[in-house]
């Protein structure tokens, strides 16, 4: 089981970003999918998650109605789709793989990480 982040970057604020979580070793029907973030000196924090064979998507309420969440089942991919962006979304962005599809955003529940890549929003 892999998971591949990509797609961070350096965005002014308001500016959109996508990231794109690859996965390898399963398909997007057997896991849920959560992005989660780690800005320096915090917490690593739950974004959204999303689990295909149940329908269900989940949004932290400090992205609600700015940040989405989709998949691509024939490349195995699911996308973060990030807008209107500000100075406090700067951290470290992950995707992880629950293999129980709990629709939760605690990260106790993700067994597989990916590697991480960097958003970063300049006021």
């Known amino acids: 089981v892999q998971l591949q982040a990509s797609g961070g970057g350096l965005v002014q604020t308001g500016g959109s970003l996508r990231l794109s979580c690859a996965v390898s070793g399963f398909t997007l029907d057997d896991f849920a999918i959560g992005w989660f973030r780690q800005a320096p000196g915090k917490e690593r924090e739950g974004v959204l998650c999303?689990?295909?064979?149940?329908?269900?998507?989940y949004t932290a309420d400090s992205v609600r109605g700015r940040f989405t969440i989709s998949s691509d089942n024939a490349k195995n991919t699911v996308y973060l789709q990030m807008n209107s962006l500000k100075p406090e979304d700067t951290a470290v962005y992950y995707c992880?793989?629950?293999?129980?599809?709990?629709?939760?955003?605690?990260?106790?529940?993700?067994?597989?990480w990916g590697q991480g890549t960097q958003v970063t929003v300049s006021s």
């Open positions: 992880a793989a629950d293999p129980r599809r709990s629709g939760l955003l605690d990260e106790l529940w993700y067994d597989y």
């Open positions: 999303i689990s295909i064979k149940d329908s269900s998507v």
